[in-house]
């Protein structure tokens, strides 16, 4: 399955689909001119295995980034024990203490095993804790690719921040050791071990998500 993404999003970087600094410089520039501000980013995990890599840095740096100009207020942590016996959420939010965001300012989801569960879990999360307004941080590829589940899926907008390339290397020179224990997870087991490649293929696709209107598959309003 990671073979098929990384053949897909190679597919669509040759051909020019995504230009990962035109289009993050362009909402970042939105965002900044018209004076918005989030209640609360999502930001989805990644796997970890002994240290953060540079997609997980980017995203966690670039949350940071936005927390202390004041764009967004709070953070969501996304992501279970997926490809390793570590929960994703969890370790983001190590690294995010680290770097000096609040405890209060932080809330975890632990139960999306695909970027698009990412996105519907932390949603109703953000339901539940009164966010109103909400944004999706990571990085251009992901953002590029999940800007029409966002369009289409939920009534309150998802206003997409991935991280700006050039912007993210000037903050990129600081690095953090954690102790993961707490991030551990008893008896885990890979989802590879647990699901079939085409059931895994369509969990990518949203076929999991326990939406409250299935017929329409959308969320309702924050």
């Given at each position: 399955?990671?073979?098929?993404?990384?053949?897909?999003?190679?597919?669509?970087?040759?051909?020019?689909?995504?230009?990962?600094?035109?289009?993050?410089?362009?909402?970042?520039?939105e965002v900044v001119q018209n004076q918005k501000t989030f209640d609360v980013a999502i930001v989805p995990g990644i796997a970890f295995h002994d240290k953060w890599d540079s997609v997980m840095k980017g995203r966690v740096l670039w949350v940071d980034?936005?927390?202390?100009?004041?764009?967004?207020?709070?953070?969501?942590?996304?992501?279970?024990a997926v490809y390793s016996p570590y929960t994703e959420a969890k370790i983001m939010g190590l690294y995010a203490r680290q770097l000096g965001i609040p405890e209060t300012h932080i809330f975890?989801?632990?139960?999306?095993?695909?970027?698009?569960?990412?996105?519907?879990?932390?949603?109703?999360?953000?339901?539940?804790?009164?966010?109103?307004t909400i944004a999706l941080v990571t990085d251009p590829f992901q953002s590029a690719l999940t800007k029409g589940f966002t369009r289409r899926r939920f009534a309150t907008p998802i206003q997409h921040i991935p991280f700006m390339v050039d912007t993210l290397n000037k903050i990129n020179k600081v690095d953090y050791t954690i102790n993961p224990a707490a991030a551990f997870k008893p008896g885990f087991q890979s989802i590879v071990e647990r699901e079939g490649r085409i059931k895994r293929f369509f969990g990518t696709l949203g076929a999991h998500i326990p939406w409250e209107n299935k017929q329409g598959r959308k969320a309702a309003p924050l």
């Open positions: 399955m990671q073979k098929i993404v990384l053949a897909a999003l190679l597919c669509i970087f040759l051909l020019g689909c995504i230009s990962y600094r035109k289009r993050p410089a362009r909402l970042f520039n980034f936005l927390y202390r100009k004041g764009i967004v207020k709070n953070i969501i942590f996304s992501g279970a975890y989801e632990t139960r999306a095993e695909h970027s698009t569960e990412n996105i519907y879990y932390s949603y109703e999360l953000a339901r539940e804790k009164g966010f109103k």
